[in-house]
């Protein structure tokens, strides 16, 4: 089993920046790709970001690209998520996930980020 954890989460104003993380714990050396999804009130959940484990390689999607920074820290075992310049429209719940192959098995229970303008 895999154990994800978000936090960071919170109110702030337009403009201003945010940092996630994702602390993981349990079986996670086969994981492949870390990922940051996000889903708002009445929508569905979207892709936000995600890294390699291995090779380090990061993607993103197009509305948060050159705002949004993903990383980690192997001696924390921890998945980061930097949002600077943030916007009303980031306004979501945050869930970060893990993927062993294919699909993304593994999932956190969000934490909440709210962006008043």
């Known amino acids: 089993q895999v154990q994800l954890v978000e936090s960071g989460g919170g109110l702030v104003q337009a403009g201003d920046s945010l940092r996630l993380s994702c602390a993981a714990s349990?079986?996670?050396?086969?994981?492949?790709?870390m990922g940051w999804f996000r889903q708002a009130p009445g929508k569905e959940r979207e892709f936000v970001a995600a890294?390699?484990?291995?090779?380090?390689?990061?993607y993103y999607a197009v509305s948060v690209r050159g705002r949004f920074t993903i990383s980690k820290d192997n001696a924390k075992n921890t998945l980061y998520l930097q949002m600077n310049s943030l916007k009303p429209e980031d306004t979501a719940v945050y869930y970060c996930?893990?993927?062993?192959?294919?699909?993304?098995?593994?999932w956190g229970q969000g934490t909440q980020v709210t962006v008043s303008s």
């Open positions: 890294l390699g484990w291995i090779d380090g390689s990061t």
């Open positions: 996930a893990q993927s062993n192959g294919d699909e993304y098995g593994y």
């Open positions: 349990g079986r996670t050396f086969s994981r492949k790709v």
